[in-house]
């Protein structure tokens, strides 16, 4: 095998490496888009799942207000019979519509944690896959100039033999 065919031979193999090198860096910012993409959609659901959050809060403490005014109520007008089965009614609706708000508070803040979480372990990996990519990246970058350096090399080696 000649000089000629061997550094054909590796200059092929060195331009297999950088295409193959290329192709994984392409794969990997693919998946860092999804990701970060995945990213943005938890730190949106994190947004509304606080708004949510805020706006049961809200709630509990106007139901709670409103207990207290019904009790306090109840409590003045216990003399007054039909009344007061009315505000014990109302007490009881105000109760049960506060253990429901309640609920779902304690419902979106377990999800509004959940997704706190999922969104750092996102973060992570599309961190991880920022350095993978930038791995790659340079990897081409180096088999890119080895593939130029053996190509000006064949080039010289070229002109080496036509002038024989």
């Known amino acids: 095998m000649s000089m000629m065919d061997k550094l054909k031979e590796r200059i092929n193999t060195l331009r297999l490496e950088a295409e193959s090198a290329q192709d994984k860096a392409d794969e990997a910012q693919s998946r860092v888009k999804v990701l970060e993409q995945d990213l943005l959609s938890k730190e949106q659901e994190i947004t509304s799942l606080n708004h949510k959050n805020t706006l049961l809060e809200e709630e509990v403490e106007k139901l709670e207000k409103q207990l207290a005014e019904a009790k306090a109520a109840a409590e003045d007008g216990a003399a ?30 377990e999800k509004l944690r959940i997704t706190d979480v999922k969104a750092e372990q996102y973060e992570r990996k599309v961190s991880s896959l920022e350095v993978d990519c930038d791995s790659w990246e340079k990897k081409y970058e180096e088999m890119s100039a080895k593939y130029s350096e053996a190509k000006a090399e064949l080039e010289e080696i070229n002109k080496q033999l036509e002038s024989f």
């Open 80 to 109: 007054h019979g039909t009344a007061n089965e009315s505000l014990t009614r109302k007490i009881s609706q105000l109760e049960e519509e506060l253990e429901v708000a309640d609920k779902n508070l304690r419902e979106t803040t």
